[in-house]
């Protein structure tokens, strides 16, 4: 069964660093999401993502977060300077339509000293 | 922004017993949906709800949109053990979650 795949599952980082999360999506998916979930917390809106552009993006998705897609595979969310509420799971999610039927990797882990 | 308000926090229930929560919203939503969340693991959707009033079945998963498109359910009849983990409602189609329904099951 296709899935949606992360990586790394978890990250350790200092405060100040910059951190790269991959995603591969669903192959025949054509929005991809980032979210993420403080410990023991909900899991909060990051940004959505169609036809090569971020379509909505949320108060928590601030100047230092970007995301891309380099290629016709990965998506990526980018933390450019790395703060200690930065920590977090991250996950990835895709769908064919913008329904909220969303599929959601497995999450990557992000802890910052 | 939306907030949805998701009760109960938790629930300690008997294995062969049913469970409700539900979720209510000061706003509007066009999409109610149902995720279960394992531990260490991206949530994974049960149910999806598109119309107001709509109620819909998945195994013994049903959950029910409702009227006034602020609120939702999610019941689950004769627990087992395997369904324990964290239940989210959401709502539209960038998914506002609630804080979830934490499910715990004795055998």
């Known amino acids: 069964e296709p899935e949606v795949t992360q990586t790394p599952s978890h990250q350790v980082t200092q405060m100040g660093q910059e951190v790269i999360l991959r995603c591969v999506p669903i192959?025949?998916?054509?929005?991809f999401y980032w979210y993420r979930q403080i410990l023991g917390q909900k899991v909060e809106f990051l940004v959505s993502?169609?036809?090569?552009?971020?379509?909505?993006k949320s108060e928590i998705f601030d100047d230092q977060f970007s995301v891309e897609r380099p290629d016709g595979s990965n998506f990526t969310l980018k933390i450019r300077s790395t703060k200690l509420e930065d920590s977090a799971m991250y996950f990835c999610?895709?769908?064919?339509?913008?329904?909220?039927?969303?599929?959601f990797g497995e999450g990557s882990r992000l802890t910052v000293l | 922004g939306q907030q949805l308000n998701q009760s109960p926090q938790s629930m300690f229930i008997q294995e062969g017993e049913d469970v409700s929560m539900n979720c209510t919203s000061s706003?509007?939503?066009?999409?109610w949906l149902w995720y279960k969340q394992d531990p260490g693991e991206g949530p994974v959707l049960l149910i999806a709800?598109?119309?107001?009033?709509e109620l819909t079945s998945n195994g013994r998963l049903t959950a029910q949109f409702g009227i006034t498109r602020k609120d939702s359910f999610l019941n689950i009849s004769a627990s087992i053990p395997s369904d324990v983990g964290i239940y989210f409602c959401?709502?539209?189609?960038?998914?506002?979650f609630g804080k979830g329904t934490k499910l715990t099951v004795n055998p």
């Open positions: 706003s509007i939503f066009n999409t």
């Open positions: 709800l598109y119309k107001a009033g």
């Open positions: 192959s025949n998916h054509l929005y």
């Open positions: 999610a895709s769908s064919v339509l913008y329904t909220g039927e969303l599929f």
């Open positions: 959401a709502g539209s189609e960038k998914l506002v």
């Open positions: 993502f169609y036809n090569n552009e971020i379509s909505e």
